[in-house]
């Protein structure tokens, strides 16, 4: 068995040359280098920016048929594909790509970049600075207009004047219609899952939550753990933030179903033992911690925060007329936390969106990542008029 990719506090690293092999432990991944640095939205730079990215199909020689899949919070390039040696889980949205499926690979050349800012393969907190030490504590604050920012200069290295779909769910869905506002002319149709065209009052206290958690960790050292040796990093605070996180993106009906009331299986909780749903949650929070890093999560956590696709246009209604894109834009019933009424704000404001589409899904703000074949339905509808 091959070994395993460089890992740092969780964060995967890319090799040294960022060159990819045959029978590299690292998988299908490739990588794209920025030799200029690239412009902050805080007034900064980031030097040296290297996005990892996974690729499905064959681009047509005039570039047309490219479909962009911006992923969300701790997914990563990974959306289709098995499990294996640079990918411990299989692909997020596997049922969605390949030959026959809805990104039908015989047809779409798909891209999936790893967020800036990410632990992934892409420029993040554990990965160099130019003095050889790691970011750390000191990477620089990002928004989503930054991490779109660097997805063009991948675009203009693949050769890809214009997006034939950009979709995305969640914070992929942030970027989506960043894509969109920002470029417009690259965008020829968009389709955006359970997100909003601002944060909310709301999701900014869930995620602060989870920041102070990961934080407060003694293991956290001011950001600066990556080298601190195996196990002493701020693997608990991520684990609440996991807990946090993920009890928001699912439904208190679906959780009631599923758990109820009822002991985990041969605990008492009386006596310290724990409810069903709270090893459940624990389950979740360790496979987080396997394969994340702290310190992006932080990092993109901000970087949610930070979304207001009005900001410095005028507000959301004149930013969101900039939308050129064939759109279609779709909520989950069930989702407490980006709930279906700012779907209906983005359908509202997008000159070509029709009425908000509704996923009906248990699963609350997971439905986008579970219900594959209604959002299957979307893409096709999407991509027929191509």
């Keep these: 068995m091959s070994p395993g990719p460089p890992t740092a506090g969780g964060a995967l690293l890319p090799p040294a040359t960022g060159a990819w092999r045959e029978g ?21 730079t980031l030097p040296g920016v290297t996005l990892a990215y996974e690729t499905w199909g064959r681009l047509a020689p005039d570039g047309s048929n490219a479909v962009l899949v ?4 701790t997914g990563d390039s990974h959306v ?22 809805a990104l039908d690979t015989d047809r779409w050349f798909v891209v999936a970049p790893n967020v800036l800012g990410g632990c992934q393969g892409s420029t993040g907190p554990a990965s160099p600075r130019p003095d050889g030490r790691r970011w750390a504590g000191s990477f620089p604050r990002l928004t989503q207009r ?6 063009a200069g991948l675009a203009d290295a693949l050769g890809i004047e214009r997006w034939a779909l950009v979709i995305g769910g969640s914070m992929g869905g942030m970027r989506a ?4 506002v920002s470029f417009p ?5 968009l389709l955006l899952l359970a997100c909003p065209a601002v944060a909310s009052a709301d999701q900014i206290a869930w995620a602060s939550a989870q920041i102070h ?70 389950h979740q929070a360790a496979k987080l911690v396997g394969r994340f890093d702290a310190g992006s999560y932080v990092v993109l956590c901000e970087a949610m925060n930070a979304h207001d696709i009005g900001r410095g246009r005028g507000g959301t209604r004149p930013a969101l007329a900039r939308v050129g894109a064939r759109t279609l834009v779709a909520g989950v019933d069930s989702d407490r936390l980006y ?22 899904s248990p699963f609350g703000h997971d439905g986008f990542l579970i219900e594959t074949g209604q959002v299957a339905a979307l893409v096709r509808e999407l991509l027929g008029t191509v």
């Design 339 to 360: 709930p279906i009424g700012q779907q209906e704000e983005l359908a509202a404001g997008i000159p070509s969106a029709d009425a908000v589409r509704r996923l009906s």
């Design 177 to 180: 219609l960043e894509w969109a």
């Design 80 to 101: 289709a594909g098995p499990a294996g040696p640079g990918h411990p889980t299989p692909g997020w949205w596997d049922a969605l790509v390949g030959p026959g499926r």
């Design 213 to 282: 958690a990961i934080r407060a960790d003694p293991h956290w050292r001011n950001g600066a753990y990556h080298d601190a040796g195996p196990g002493r990093g701020p693997h608990t605070g991520l684990g609440i933030a996991r807990r946090i996180a993920h009890t928001t993106y699912r439904s208190g009906e679906e959780l009631q179903a599923r758990f109820g009331h009822r002991p985990q299986d041969g605990e008492d909780p009386r006596a310290g033992g724990r409810y069903q749903v709270e090893s459940y949650l624990d």
């Design 185 to 189: 002319p690259r965008v020829a149709a």
């Design 146 to 151: 930054d991490q779109v920012r660097a997805e």
């Design 24 to 44: 590299d432990p690292w998988g299908r991944r490739r990588w794209h280098h920025r030799a200029d640095p690239l412009p902050l939205e805080s007034g900064g």
């Design 70 to 73: 911006p992923h969300a919070l």
